[in-house]
Nanobody
Framework: QVNPVESGGGLVQAGESLRLTCAASRNIHPTYTMAWYRQAPGKQREVVASIIYGGKTFYADAVKGRFTISRDSARNTVYLQMNMLKPEDTAIYYC?????????????WGQGTQVTVSS
């Protein structure tokens, strides 16, 4: 098991920034996909951003230009830099780590970190 552990959530005002960190409990093969998802109250979990082997990234339209995903393979860690936060970004943010080409459901999930953005 990878057992991702997220940190860095909190309460901020609109327009401010947060940096989320997800650390895996063991070494992650560099081909693994690392991703961030979020779930707001009353809504389904949705993908926020992902980074695959070679460094290619994907972003949900709602966060493009504001969020940046990056990984440190030496530390088995993935980050999510969130700038210009909006109240609609309020959610629990989850880290997902999975083998290349596999769906998120076959990966390992963290327990989540709460992000709350006040207006």
């Amino acid at each position: 098991q990878v057992n991702p552990v997220e940190s860095g959530g909190g309460l901020v005002q609109a327009g401010e920034s947060l940096r989320l960190t997800c650390a895996a409990s063991r070494n992650i093969h560099p081909t693994y996909t690392m991703a961030w998802y979020r779930q707001a109250p009353g809504k389904q979990r949705e993908v926020v951003a992902s980074i695959i082997y070679g460094g290619k990234t994907f972003y949900a339209d709602a966060v493009k230009g504001r969020f940046t995903i990056s990984r440190d393979s030496a530390r088995n860690t993935v980050y999510l830099q969130m700038n210009m936060l909006k109240p609609e970004d309020t959610a629990i943010y989850y880290c997902n780590i999975r083998p290349r080409g596999e769906p998120a459901e076959k990966g390992s999930w963290g327990q989540g970190t709460q992000v709350t953005v006040s207006s």
